[in-house]
């Protein structure tokens, strides 16, 4: 038997019964928990901040609504909770990597179901810290403020996680036209000699009009007004600046045509 201090007890009742304001609507899905842990809120104003509660690594989780692009209904001991969709691994994903119209694949991770740009970049001769100071003033320089991005720093572990957003546009009349954003998570770790960087979790989202948000890039049902063809030039947009980011993130951890500022 699980004994609950008294202390708890009326934290975790008006837990409950704030979980209760959410709606079911479907029947259960089961999804799985992907290699993060999946927090799970009472509310949507509960978002904002830390939880407590989770589902762990490789956990079932089952999915009984869709409460907007980015959070997903589950119910858990008889409650209801909202769970970031990008956790949470879609039985029906599709099995291989989405595709552009003209047939291009996008990066795909088999594992998470997620569009996924990774990999390892050697730099011979320089140490781990260095190359962790590198990407540390890197992310600060291309997100403009690495206060506001950065989730994670770790650097004996040299690890470093940084959550940003890439904007988007849509030709209109012959113009370019903001589409809302892409955002994303990149992590990188660093070891003598090497880096890795792994930019993943890309969804859809425009601030202005909620509605016209799609969501995560792997998704294939698009809200309404919003044709395919508008959807894989924003795919295509976002593949370009993802693909530009990682080829400025390599430029300045291995300082291509440049000195080391701290070699004087």
């Known amino acids: ?3 609950i201090p ?8 008006a837990f409950s019964a704030a979980a209760q304001k959410l709606e079911a609507s479907g029947a259960p899905k089961t999804f799985r928990v992907g290699h993060d842990r999946a927090y799970l809120y009472r509310s949507a104003a509960d978002t904002a901040r830390p ?6 690594p490789g956990e079932d989780a089952a999915v009984v609504g ?10 858990r001991t008889g409650f209801l ?8 691994i879609d039985p029906s994903a599709p099995a291989g990597p989405p595709q552009l119209l003209d047939g291009t694949r996008l990066p795909y991770d088999a594992e998470t179901h997620l569009i996924t740009y990774q990999g390892v970049v050697e730099v011979p001769g320089v140490g781990k810290d260095q190359l962790y100071v590198r990407a540390h003033e890197w992310v600060a320089k291309a997100y403009r403020s690495a206060n506001a991005v950065i989730q994670m720093q770790d650097k004996e572990a040299g690890r470093l996680v940084a959550k940003g957003a890439m904007q988007i546009t849509l030709p209109v009349l012959g113009a370019a036209a903001d589409a809302g954003y892409i955002r994303h998570t990149l992590t990188l770790y660093v070891k003598d000699g090497r880096y890795k960087y792994v930019l993943s979790n890309l969804e859809h989202t425009d601030v202005r009009l909620r509605a016209t948000s799609v969501g995560p890039l792997e998704k294939e049902d698009l809200p309404f007004g919003m044709s ?3 959807w894989d030039h924003l795919r295509r947009d976002a593949d370009k600046g993802a693909k530009e980011l990682i080829s400025e993130l390599q430029a300045a951890m291995t300082l291509k ?3 080391d500022p701290s070699d004087f």
């Not at 939880?51 to 762990?56: E, G, I, K, T, Y």
């Open 1 to 3: 038997m699980k004994i």
């Open 6 to 13: 008294f202390s708890l007890l009326p934290v975790i009742l």
């Open 51 to 56: 939880s407590a509660s989770f589902l762990a």
């Open 66 to 75: 869709q409460f907007s692009p980015r959070w997903l209904v589950v119910k």
């Open 81 to 88: 909770f909202l769970v970031s969709s990008k956790l949470l």
């Open 228 to 230: 395919k063809k508008q």
């Open 257 to 259: 045509g440049t000195k």
